[in-house]
């Protein structure tokens, strides 16, 4: 995100001191306390409990939709679906999940499955990754029935479980694959954009996510007879691997961009000072500039944003202390620019892997994100809700180096954009590990953001 010079601090607000906020704190406290880390929790319990607030909130029984399969019956989700008085225009679908990062109560200084209201920040997880938003949604919808609000266009909610594991059930790609007509749309707000405060609390700036790329795992893997230990030979399944490895940590795949990503350097180089904003400005010129590239690529994230990547981030080898390897396997994970493929991918660590060890795409395959457009339909509203609600805060395209579920909406010529709003400290507030947490002025102030933005895009 892009490092900007801080502005005015936050106006403090104080939570739940209105009704609605009261009744948002009770969906988001029971969503957090629900424990739906895929294997061990139940994203179904989760969806029945948002089932029955959409039910009371007015929406009749044939327009939520409770969906699992037989063979995962924890991992299910939800979708509900308030029309619009114009059939002519398409849905507008806010996307969430359900699911978390498992946490372990002896490593997290408080329960990580209770919600805990200390020094301002609200404690636990799934605080931000993804109960903040998926409460957001939820709640937005339950305010629209509440308030009688009928949308110009169809309004779809669907949160989903699987987006935190590889391997798992994903309720995002089986709607796609199997449900298309429950979740079909113009476009679809997700996660994946956000704010950024610094150390001090203070708003630095706001990201609109415009695509992202894809994740794919590799095995590289190298093969020997093996033998004595005492009578070593020149080939060695562990030295073939780790040649290979260093190989790929050697190698630097091409600087490419996409519009999202030209913006983001475009207004980054004038936000950072030299040697970094003109060494952007050279690689924007001509993106084979060497020297450029190696003061933008000091900072990883840009370095990760301008490029695909590939990491080695799992290994095995051997089979007996006093033994050659007969096998040696690395996991190389790899973040695919938008645009390149599984296969081009594939060919390229082939080839810096050498002949002696054999290299293949892990399953699943997941689907290359496709870059959404700029479309000023969707970027302007974003910018003038965000000038009401966090006045001089610059407002930018990103694109994530991550990955969402956004990624399995491309088969369904679907754009998506991780929106604004909800305000993360610079260290990311603990996502994915210890601790995680939310500043609950944040919080509160992105809901109101969020609702805003959902209702001038609905209508």
Known sequence: MVALAPLAAPMAVQAQARPDQKAFFTLYKELVETNTVVGQGSCTRAAQQIATRMKAAGYPDSAVT?????????????????????????????????????????????????????????????????????????????????????????????????????????????LARNRPELVRAEFVLNEGGGGRLDVNGRRQALAVQVGEKAAQNFTFAATNPGGHSSAPTPDNAIYELADAIKAVQAYEFPIKFTDTTRAFFAATSQALPAPTGPAIKRLLANPADAQADAI??????????????????????????????????????????????????????????????TVTANQPVRPIAVPPPLDPKIMGPIKTIAAKHFPNVPVVPMMSTGATDGVFFGTLNMPVYGVPGIFLESDLNGVHGLNERVRVSALYEGRDYLFDLAKTLAS
């Open 66 to 174: 409770l969906f699992s399969t037989p063979e995962h019956p924890d991992d299910g989700g939800i979708v509900v679906t308030l029309k619009g008085s114009d059939p002519s225009i398409g849905a507008m679908l806010l996307l969430g999940h359900l699911d978390v990062v498992a946490a372990k109560r002896e490593d997290w200084v408080r329960d990580p499955f209770k919600l805990v209201e200390e020094d301002g920040f609200y404690y636990a997880r799934g605080t931000v990754d993804d109960k903040a938003m998926s409460a957001v949604w939820a709640d937005t919808m339950i305010r629209f029935a509440q308030d009688k609000f009928t949308p110009r266009r169809t309004v779809k909610l669907a949160l989903t479980c699987g987006e935190e594991t590889t391997y798992a059930f994903n309720g995002a790609d089986w």
């Open 296 to 357: 933008v690529s000091r900072d990883k994230t840009m370095h990760s944003t301008l490029r695909t990547t590939c990491v080695a981030t799992l290994v095995n080898a051997g089979h007996a202390e006093n033994a050659l390897p007969q096998r040696a396997t690395a996991n190389v994970n790899c973040r695919i620019f938008p645009g390149e493929t599984v296969d081009g991918t594939l060919a390229k660590l082939k080839e810096l892997a050498g002949p002696k060890v």
